[in-house]
T-cell receptor, first 115, second 116 residues
Framework: AQTVTQSQPEMSVQEAETVTLSCTYD???????LFWYKQPPSRQMILVIR??????QNATENRFSVNFQKAAKSFSLKISDSQLGDTAMYFC????????????FGGGTRLMVKP | GAVVSQHPSRVICKSGTSVKIECRSL??????MFWYRQFPKQSLMLMAT?????????EQGVEKDKFLINHASLTLSTLTVTSAHPEDSSFYIC????????????FGPGTRLTVL
């Protein structure tokens, strides 16, 4: 079974600054995917970024990038130039590509962007 | 693309009644849909995996007779909470997996169920 751990229950950052959210996971699988989802106050889950485990290059999506350290089983999310609209819960998630595509979520990090 | 809708967004019902929640993939076909439950300030808990044309697979501890799931087409899955009780009050979220890009789940906006 996989586990996903987000060690930071809450974080805050000033607008326009950079913040990094941590995520570690535990698995014996070799073929998997990692995701960061954002859940704003509306509670709509929004895909932020996706990383295939077989890719060494870190995924980036505009202001969002990840630091994927496969050996350390670490998958942190960096948000650059933070905006007020980035205020949300952020969930790290693991998907075993060989087991029904189910997602295992971390406990979440509540991010507050301050003006 | 990759829009998933849920209906209703909010429902209040009396204890003992049944409630049906619909999940639709609007612009793609979803062979697999997932149903989650989320308690306040907590993460998402997978309840069941729904595959089109076959029986749903329930996670341990989830009563399949209480949470009936039907996936009748490639764009529609329904969750029926039967004989609802106040402890079933929660936020229910569905997701759908599209074929391209592979292995990515897209989420509906959720349904808040309140059982009086």
């Amino acid at each position: 079974a996989q586990t996903v751990t987000q060690s930071q229950p809450e974080m805050s950052v000033q607008e326009a600054e950079t913040v990094t959210l941590s995520c570690t996971y535990d698995t014996s699988e070799s073929n998997y995917y990692l995701f960061w989802y954002k859940q704003p106050p509306s509670r709509q889950m929004i895909l932020v970024i996706r990383q295939e485990a077989y890719k060494q290059q870190n995924a980036t999506e505009n202001r969002f990038s990840v630091n994927f350290q496969k050996a350390a089983k670490s998958f942190s999310l960096k948000i650059s130039d933070s905006q007020l609209g980035d205020t949300a819960m952020y969930f790290c998630a693991f998907m075993n590509a060989n087991a029904g595509n189910m997602l295992t979520f971390g406990g979440g990090t509540r991010l507050m962007v301050k003006p | 693309g990759a829009v998933v809708s849920q209906h209703p967004s909010r429902v209040i019902c009396k204890s003992g009644t049944s409630v049906k929640i619909e999940c639709r993939s609007l612009d793609f076909q979803a062979t697999t849909m997932f149903w989650y439950r989320q308690f306040p300030k907590q993460s998402l808990m997978l309840m069941a995996t729904s595959n089109e044309g076959s029986k749903a697979t329930y996670e341990q501890g989830v009563e399949k007779d209480k949470f009936l799931i039907n996936h009748a087409s490639l764009t529609l899955s329904t969750l029926t909470v039967t004989s609802a009780h106040p402890e079933d009050s929660s936020f229910y979220i569905c997701s759908a997996k599209r074929l391209a890009p592979p292995d990515t789940q897209y989420f509906g906006p959720g349904t808040r169920l309140t059982v009086l």
